[in-house]
């Protein structure tokens, strides 16, 4: 079962707009200065409940605090062990709230993902990539913590939030296109 650091479920610091936020347990880079080191080890946290799903699912889907998407964190998302976890609830925020982004945040490369983390990544509209590198700590940056990681745009924005998607990839001046499609995209 896959362990949790914490659900947010209004957050407006972890991608664009009003979102769902969950940090995962399990982080194998361990970076220096990283500011989630707590949940770095596996069997930290607490269990990630269907309860607790259902939960998430349902929040995505009122209307009353209108949410763009889903944040994954952590942690590692993409740490093997909770792999299977994740795919199986991307999947599940794409069939049930199909209006919704995804963005995930891995210390992993995007050449260095196994098949079963592109499953997860294939699933996604932005995976910013990349270990935390103490030297390259740039807090002007916009949803990274290091010059080196890197937002792929995975997706063409689509929806009731395709603007305010657009919009955000204006946002880092060191990148201004808009995202042309699947993959088509790194922002660095």
């Not at 659900?7 to 969950?22: A, K, Q």
């Not at 080890?41 to 799903?53: A, C, Q, Y």
């Not at 919704?100 to 945040?105: A, E, S, V």
């Not at 042309?180 to 995209?185: L, N, V, Y």
């Given at each position: 079962?896959?362990?949790?650091?914490?659900?947010?479920?209004?957050?407006?610091?972890?991608?664009?707009?009003?979102?769902?936020?969950?940090?995962?347990a399990g982080c194998e880079h361990q970076c220096r200065g990283c500011y989630n080191q707590s949940?770095?080890?596996?069997?930290?946290?607490?269990?990630?409940?269907?309860?607790?799903?259902?939960q998430l699912i349902a929040d995505l889907n009122d209307r009353r605090?209108?949410?763009q998407g889903l944040s994954l964190s952590g942690g590692d998302p993409l740490h093997p062990h909770n792999v299977p976890h994740v795919r199986r609830l991307v999947k599940r925020v794409r069939r049930e709230c199909p209006d919704?982004?995804?963005?995930?945040?891995t210390g992993y490369e995007m050449a260095e993902l196994s098949a079963a983390q592109r499953e997860v990544v294939d699933e996604i509209d932005v995976l910013i990539d990349g270990r935390f590198i103490e030297a390259e700590k740039d807090a002007r940056l916009l949803w990274r913590?290091?010059?080196?990681?890197?937002?792929?745009?995975?997706?063409?924005?689509?929806?009731?939030?395709?603007?305010?998607?657009?919009?955000a990839c204006h946002a880092d001046q060191r990148d201004p296109q808009r995202p042309?499609?699947?993959?088509?995209?790194q922002h660095q």
């Open positions: 079962m896959m362990r949790i650091h914490g659900y947010y479920p209004v957050d407006i610091v972890n991608g664009p707009g009003t979102r769902c936020t969950l940090f995962v949940t770095w080890r596996l069997d930290s946290g607490v269990p990630f409940t269907l309860e607790m799903e259902e605090i209108p949410r919704k982004d995804i963005w995930l945040w913590g290091s010059r080196n990681q890197k937002i792929w745009w995975l997706r063409q924005p689509q929806g009731e939030h395709a603007e305010q998607h657009a919009a042309r499609g699947k993959g088509a995209m």
